[in-house]
């Protein structure tokens, strides 16, 4: 036999040589998705769901804007000392509502007594006064918190992500 033959392979086993090498190519191909945190969240999202804080924001078509705001009570002692009680329960220090014109002072609610603590939050801009942005200040006023789930509501639509210190952007796709 010469050294560029190759040994007689049954039907079966060229397929397999065909699919591995086949296989094999599609693989170099490809890079290791599990490694890329932000474009591959919704592999570990579900993991941590429970953990990490959330955020509703629902804005109604009078003017009202209502939120909540819940941090699980562990993460509490991660904060300790970066951001008070009565810090985050100031509306106008976690929101700064745009619209046409000045809405009125927020309104809030603190509950410390459950497994999280639950922020409730509600700002009255006046009815045909039109919110065009809120911006949220919660990662400035808590600087360890990594991540949380945010949903914004309207009477057209809702949508829901997660926002990551770790990503450049929201994290639209969680499942």
Do not use: W
């Not at 040994?7 to 599609?26: D, E, M």
């Not at 804007?65 to 810090?87: H, I, K, N």
């Not at 801009?125 to 039109?130: F, K, L, M, S, V």
């Not at 919110?131 to 600087?143: E, G, K, M, S, Y």
């Amino acid at each position: 036999m010469r050294a560029t033959e190759v040994p007689h392979l049954t039907k079966a086993a060229r397929h397999f040589v065909i699919f591995l090498g086949l296989f094999a190519g599609l693989s170099a191909c490809t890079t290791d998705d599990k490694t890329d945190y932000c474009k591959n969240h919704y592999v570990y999202h579900q993991q941590h769901r429970d953990a990490i804080a959330s955020l509703d924001i629902t804005l109604l078509d009078d003017g009202i804007m209502q939120s909540e705001m819940q941090v699980p009570r562990d993460s509490l002692l991660r904060f300790a000392g970066t951001a008070s009680l009565d810090t985050l329960s100031d509306s106008d220090a976690v929101f700064q509502v745009n619209t046409d014109t000045q809405c009125a002072p927020g309104e809030s609610t603190v509950d410390n007594s459950g497994e999280r603590l639950v922020l409730t939050y509600k700002t009255v801009c006046g009815a045909g006064n039109r919110i065009t942005a809120v911006n949220v200040t919660v990662f400035d006023l808590l600087p360890d918190l990594d991540e949380m789930l945010v949903s914004v509501s309207t009477t057209a639509t809702e949508k829901t992500f997660a926002i990551s210190r770790q990503c450049p952007n929201p994290i639209f796709r969680l499942r």
